[in-house]
């Protein structure tokens, strides 16, 4: 590494809220005296009791357990809300900025959004929705998402939020998995001037098997659109919701009670039901917020990613509003109108903190500097990455051009499992390095371990691996405890496998190398390999079905299918449109496919199991590094897979 790829961490420390010591002097807390230092965090939140019971962790699988702050009691909209009404019900928490630019901003403070929680908080107790009930979400970046996440919050309902992207099939599957009683949507999302039939959705994904648990159907209007409602399952939002007090008592949870599921995929089968709980969840959701992102009660922050994700949840809602924190909520995308729009936003709001992901700033580094120069950005000072490993590249534009030399990025390595950030630079505390997530946060224990489970020391290349838990960790899959442990602790006995491989540099920095699972990360978002290959086989015409990530520039990841054709089918362009849609429409467009190379054979062990690491060196075209292909059952199988590459 050159000199000048490090960037001290001096001039941004004098303004900090930790340095270098104090960051040291939390880590060694951390390992002397563990409770202290956990309870000690606890401290951040409003409790109805506090905590004495700190952690109960064993990853040992004859008595596994994972458990913090046990017999504490609180809410997680209190924390977010109520908590702030006293001294800064006046400050603003949500800015909100709508996919046209010329459509009116609506600012929310403190106190309107506790007022318009409590409201819909009512009214789904009203509809009989109480403690430990699913709700799912599926709606656009409107306020209404944050609203409606803390209304389930407020009475001890638990969330299932469904990424606007998601086809009905999906977004059925995640209603019948998790058993969900209301589901909360919009008329339409807009995305760049395109519209999104939300509502449609669901009436399509109610019709799929499954979703009978379904009583009710809140519908927020946002675009006008005309739509179609059925009655009594549907239900106007504002009509639900008006005429409600605008306070409510809170459900006192207990710490491990479940705060939300959301459903991320994994390398087999179909997805899993994340579950977070109240205490240990909120607890990191805040402090990594705060610890992270260097926060100061006059910022404004902006984190761009959607509540659909796991992002959204611990970084758009949790951990900003449980902070009292001023933030943007965007509901459009980087290049409406033009490709200057983030920084406009940047401008509009005097965004102080920006956070989003390298795919995005891939994408915006095409567009040339002229977009970005052409804005101002005075008002920002630190700046984020999120979602996959940023190339140094990618890194210095946005170190360069977007904060023009003079914002520390922080490279945040987390999981949806993690519940927040647990390897990433801490401002003014940590050198920078272009690529690298650097160092653990205080009390995490990252290591690197060989495919026997071998702990690697020093400088290393390996799997990443933490040794012991933090509050954020997920509890279980729902209604799946089983496949918990399995996927995450059977592969190393006693740690947490992240799936992810990593390099740590002989000064002790971590480089997230990606997924080491069959797990594909498009525009830092899971696919399983899996659930593609299940919609491509469920087309008649399909045989067989092998899929792999392979690298693309903006997407990080690209969807590589490999398809065999029942025997007498043709291998038409017609057909591979027909494949594609067929993942559009069962997935949703975040699965479609980059390449379908059609296969007459895949290449194979003799037990029939099939070969995806050479299914990737063909999808890269890099024969020369295919390896041994020896143990293939039929070996010509490579030969002609590399000859028949599209294009
Ligand atoms: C996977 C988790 C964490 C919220 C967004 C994604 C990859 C995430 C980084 C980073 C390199 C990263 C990993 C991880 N990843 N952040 N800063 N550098 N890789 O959450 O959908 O659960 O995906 O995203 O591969 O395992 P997710």
Not at 328 to 344: A, K, L, M, T
Request: aromatic share 8%.
């Amino acid at each position: 590494m050159h000199q000048r790829d490090r960037v001290e961490a001096a001039t941004f420390a004098a303004k900090a809220n930790i340095n270098r010591e104090q960051y040291e002097q939390l880590c060694a807390q951390a390992v002397q005296d563990p409770d202290g230092f956990w309870a000690g965090l606890a401290q951040r939140l409003h409790w109805y009791r506090f905590p004495t019971r700190i952690r109960d962790v064993s990853y040992d699988l004859r008595d596994f357990r994972i458990r913090w702050y046990e017999d504490g009691v609180l809410n997680a909209s209190v924390n977010c809300l109520d908590r702030h009404l006293d001294s800064n019900g006046d400050k603003v928490a949500l800015i909100f900025e709508p996919d046209d630019p010329d459509a009116p901003v609506q600012k929310l403070t403190y106190r309107e959004l506790h007022a318009r929680v409590c409201r819909l908080a009512n009214a789904l107790r009203n509809l009989g929705v109480g403690k430990g009930d699913r709700v799912t979400i599926y709606l656009p970046m409107i306020p209404e998402a944050v609203v409606a996440m803390l209304a389930c919050a407020r009475i001890g309902a638990v969330h299932s939020v469904v990424f606007g992207g998601f086809a009905p099939q999906s977004v059925a599957d995640r209603i019948a998995d998790c058993g969900s009683k209301l589901v909360i949507t919009a008329d339409e999302g807009l995305r760049g001037g395109r519209r999104i039939p939300l509502k449609a959705n669901v009436d399509a994904a109610l019709k799929l098997p499954g979703t009978h648990s379904v009583e009710t159907v809140l519908v927020v209007r946002h675009t006008g659109a005309a739509v179609p409602m059925q009655m009594p399952r549907d239900r106007w939002f504002d009509a639900v919701v008006d005429g409600q007090p605008d306070s409510c008592e809170p459900a006192q949870m207990n710490a491990e009670d479940p705060l939300f599921i959301l459903y991320t995929s994994g390398s087999t089968g179909k997805p899993k039901g994340v579950l977070h709980t109240t205490g240990g969840y909120l607890v990191w959701a805040s402090y990594t917020h705060a610890l992270v992102f260097d926060l100061k009660p006059e910022d404004v922050f902006w984190c761009t990613a959607d509540i659909g994700w796991i992002t959204g949840h611990s970084y758009v809602v949790y951990g900003p509003l449980a902070n009292g924190c001023t933030q943007v909520i965007f509901e459009g995308v980087p290049n409406h109108p033009d490709v200057s729009r983030f920084w406009q936003v940047v401008d509009r709001h005097q965004v102080s903190i920006f956070y989003t992901a390298p795919t995005a700033i891939r994408a915006l580094m095409r567009e040339g500097d002229a977009p970005v120069r052409a804005t101002s950005r005075t008002s920002l000072r630190l700046l984020g990455s999120v979602g996959e490993p940023i190339n140094p590249e990618a890194w210095r534009w946005y170190f360069e051009v977007v904060g023009e030399g003079r914002c520390p990025i922080v490279d945040t390595w987390w999981q949806t499992e993690t519940g927040g950030i647990l390897i990433s630079p801490i401002p003014g505390a940590t050198d920078l390095k272009p690529g690298s997530a650097t160092r653990p946060l205080p009390g995490i224990r990252p290591a690197l371990v060989d495919a026997t489970g071998t702990l690697l020391e020093g400088e290393a290349e390996g799997n990443l691996v933490l040794l012991d838990s933090w509050p954020g960790q997920m509890r279980t899959v729902y209604g799946d405890h089983q496949r918990f442990i399995d996927t995450y602790f059977k592969t190393y006995p006693g740690m947490y496998f992240t799936g992810d491989g990593c390099r740590r540099d002989a000064d002790g920095d971590y480089w997230i190398t990606g997924r080491v699972d069959d797990v594909i990360n498009v525009s830092g978002h899971r696919i399983g390999t899996a659930e593609v290959e299940s919609a491509l086989v469920a087309h008649p015409a399909v045989a067989e079905a092998a899929v792999v990530g392979v690298p693309h520039p903006v997407k990080g990841q690209g969807i590589y299918a490999y398809v065999t054709l029942v025997a007498g089918e043709q291998e038409t362009e017609e057909l591979r449109q027909a494949l594609v849609a067929q993942v559009r429409q069962m997935i949703g467009p975040i699965a479609t496919p980059d390449v379908i190379q059609w296969a007459p054979a895949l290449p194979k062990t003799r037990s029939g199991k099939i070969m995806r690491r050479i299914l990737r060196k063909i999808a890269e075209d890099a024969p020369e590094q295919l390896g041994d292909t020896s143990t293939l059952a039929d070996p010509s199988v490579v030969d002609a897979l590399l000859r028949g590459r599209p294009r």
